[in-house]
């Protein structure tokens, strides 16, 4: 399956650790976007890259919040210090290159975060 | 800004037709998505609305009227696994994939 990944499915952790959560995106998809979902709500924006470039922050991204495309490929989203708030579903999607629109994003199953 | 309205929840049986609605308020329109999503699992692309009119793709149809800022999603011939949330999603902006979510319709089918 070539589809859009995340790992870890799921992650505990307490208060005041860090977290790491990777992205590989369908490969020809050249934009790449992480969403926060909680629960009985629709996915959040958080953020999205062309490329390596990241073009676009949400207010919902605080400082403790941080993304990286280093080579345009897979991207990782970083939440320091986390806060019982940032329990969530963090998504990831892709989409086709830039100039071809057709309102679909593919989605990758998320990594859950439970902050206790 | 943008926000998006859609009922929170609709319950119907087996075989029956549902409408979803989705109303939307944007500084600029772009077409309107639909997602579903199982619980659990990854949102998917069901369908996206640029111009006007009916689009129909199997037992799933979507509506739009641009001059009403509104659309529906019709799921027909409800089958069981069609119970999962469904969320309407504008474009933030002209230029690539990025979307607003509506907070979504949760649809319960039953036998």
């Known amino acids: 399956d070539t589809g859009v990944s995340q790992n870890p499915r799921h992650k505990i952790t307490k208060r005041g650790q860090n977290v790491t959560f990777r992205c590989d995106p369908i490969s020809e998809h050249n934009r790449l976007y992480w969403y926060r979902q909680t629960l009985g709500q629709g996915p959040e924006f958080l953020t999205y890259?062309?490329?390596?470039?990241?073009?676009?922050k949400s207010r919902l991204l605080s400082d403790r919040f941080s993304a990286e495309r280093p080579k345009g490929s897979f991207s990782t989203l970083e939440i320091q210090r986390t806060e019982q708030g940032d329990s969530a579903m963090y998504l990831c999607?892709?989409?086709?290159?830039?100039?071809?629109?057709?309102?679909?994003?593919?989605f990758g199953e998320g990594s859950r975060l439970t902050v206790l | 800004g943008q926000s998006l309205e859609q009922p929170s929840e609709v319950t119907a049986v087996e075989g029956a037709i549902v409408q979803i609605n989705c109303t939307y308020q944007t500084s600029g329109f772009y077409g309107l998505s639909w997602y579903q999503q199982h619980d659990g699992g990854a949102p998917t692309f069901l369908s996206y609305n640029a111009l006007d009119g009916l689009e129909e793709t199997g037992r799933f149809s979507s509506f739009l009227s641009r001059s009403d800022s509104y659309g529906y999603l019709l799921l027909q011939e409800l089958q069981m696994k069609d119970s999962a949330s469904y969320f309407c999603?504008?474009?933030?902006?002209?230029?690539?994939?990025?979307?607003?979510f509506g907070g979504g319709t949760r649809v319960l089918v039953k036998p």
């Open positions: 999603a504008v474009p933030r902006g002209a230029a690539g994939n990025k979307l607003t």
């Open positions: 890259f062309q490329n390596e470039a990241q073009l676009e």
């Open positions: 999607a892709s989409s086709l290159p830039s100039g071809v629109y057709t309102g679909e994003l593919f």
